[in-house]
């Protein structure tokens, strides 16, 4: 589709429009908080140490216990929590994918439409060309007597329609 050796490909013009994206930066950048969530709510809670001293009131030995403790109320709620931020990375990939596709197809319609004009624009100028050419002949066999001013008038109206579409 490149019409000349300094006009951008598709695939490059598609690349490079994915890479400045910033709708697509924006949603990778959601992507990876959603993902460190998840990794997050995969985390343990940290132990609490617990260590008691008990002095008898009488005298005696000094009684020492040790103990961990975690959040009950953590553990119990942890795999809601991972399922949870599962579901928000997988949206926000879904989000990332959704983007680069609107990004991908934005950028290959208007690629094409450039193309298009690109190539209507070369068309319009070979029509040019060819009705004045064409005008030429009406012109010169109007002089020798052939020909009508009507025919070299047709030309000149089609001529001038032309030039105003390439304006």
Known sequence: LAASTNSLALPDAVQQAVLASPEIQMALARARAAQADAWQTRVLPNPVLHILFRLPEGGGATAIQAGLATELAHWIQQPRRIRAADHRLRAAGATVVTAALDVIAETETHYLAHV??????????????????????????LEIGEGTRLDVAAMDAQLAEVLAELA
């Open 116 to 141: 298009a004009h690109q190539e209507t624009i070369a068309l319009l100028q070979q029509r040019q060309s060819v009705l004045a050419a064409l005008r030429e002949v009406a012109q010169r066999r």
